[in-house]
């Protein structure tokens, strides 16, 4: 497998993961999926293969003593641009399934910060802390029957 055809299997790999929190976050088999760690292993994988296979003697010191410039040439490599490509892919789901579980375990909407982490995760994450200041704020006791249930009896045990 070529590096492009890696690139573009990981692409297509996390597309479920941000379907299944945007438009079904409510369905049980979406919330059983993101509390796995698998999706995260398997591109880090990814990840791992094209960081090792990126690594020359050069990229190596640009990343021991990152400098603008330096950073800028090692990304001008198809395999550096990839493993950075695909260090965003991995570290942007893994912001928006903690934004979504967040919002399952409290009742804050965040669909719009799980739509806005795929795209620039963030500005996802940005939005995320501020709904939910804003509904601490105006919405003190907004929390869903599940989250208020699911507190008491996390803090029974």
């Known amino acids: 497998m070529n590096i492009s055809q890696l690139f573009d299997i990981a ?3 996390v597309l479920p993961f941000w379907v299944l929190m945007i438009f079904l976050p409510k369905w049980k088999f979406t919330r059983r999926v993101m509390e796995s760690y698998l999706p995260f292993v398997v591109l880090a994988g990814a990840y791992l ?3 090792v296979n990126s690594i020359t003697p050069e990229n190596a010191a640009a990343l021991s003593n990152p400098q603008l410039a330096d950073i800028a040439r090692f990304f001008g490599d198809e395999t ?3 493993t950075g490509w695909i260090h965003f892919l991995v570290m942007d789901l893994f912001v928006g399934r903690w ?3 967040e919002g399952q375990k409290t009742g804050i909407w965040t669909i719009h910060s799980i739509a806005l982490c795929l795209f620039a995760g963030p500005l996802g994450l940005l939005s995320h802390i501020l709904t939910y200041w804003i509904s601490k704020a105006f919405f003190p006791n907004s929390q869903t029957s599940e989250a208020v249930v699911e507190e008491v009896v996390s803090s029974s045990s």
Do not use: E, G, Q, R
């Open 49 to 51: 293969y094209l960081f």
């Open 11 to 13: 692409n297509i790999f």
């Open 80 to 82: 550096a641009a990839a």
């Open 99 to 101: 934004i979504y579980l």
